[in-house]
């Protein structure tokens, strides 16, 4: 899914909470069920074919740019927010795509246990659901998006 949906959801979940250990584990939760979720994003399939490797990089280092830019645009709009759960669940909502999913150690992943299981998990779960990554991904995408951002801003 797009990093925008990991950490703005990461990030929303530092917003309730403020048990750090609390945020890191629902937030790396919230990565898989969000990646479970039908999706469209960089490394999605459109019309039959992938995106070229360099574009797909180039739309990732965006997405990640925009979320943090978004995160700190609310967070300097809502100085009541505390700043530091916020952030920490924004990474960590995204850090299993870091790890996994970054072109520089990615072929080390694979191979290294335990990382390689969840690299393959990492992939598989994104699989069952694909088939409606349109459909529903797309306006589930904007829920996710427009939800996690009215939990920041409420
Ligand atoms: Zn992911």
């Not at 979940?13 to 919230?30: M, T």
């Not at 990646?35 to 490394?43: A, K, R, W």
């Not at 709009?77 to 920490?88: D, E, F, K, Q, Y």
């Not at 992939?123 to 349109?134: F, R, S």
């Amino acid at each position: 899914m797009l990093a925008l949906n990991h950490t703005l959801v990461g990030a929303a979940i530092g917003s309730q909470i403020d048990n750090i250990p609390a945020v890191i584990g629902l937030a790396v939760v919230s990565h898989f069920v969000l990646d479970f979720l039908p999706h469209v994003d960089q490394g999605s399939e459109f019309s039959r074919e992938e995106l070229k490797p360099t574009f797909k990089y180039f739309l990732a280092a965006i997405d990640i740019f925009a979320s943090f830019l978004i995160i700190i645009l609310i967070l300097m709009a809502r100085p009541g927010l505390n700043s530091i759960p916020v952030i920490t669940g924004a990474i960590t909502g995204l850090l299993i795509d870091l790890i996994f999913n970054v072109p520089f150690w990615e072929s080390w992943v694979k191979k290294v246990r335990p990382l390689s299981y969840i690299y393959y998990f990492h992939n598989k779960i994104q699989e069952p659901l694909k088939k409606y990554q349109y459909s529903i991904g797309i306006p589930l995408q904007l829920i996710i998006i427009f939800t996690s951002i009215w939990f920041l801003i409420k």
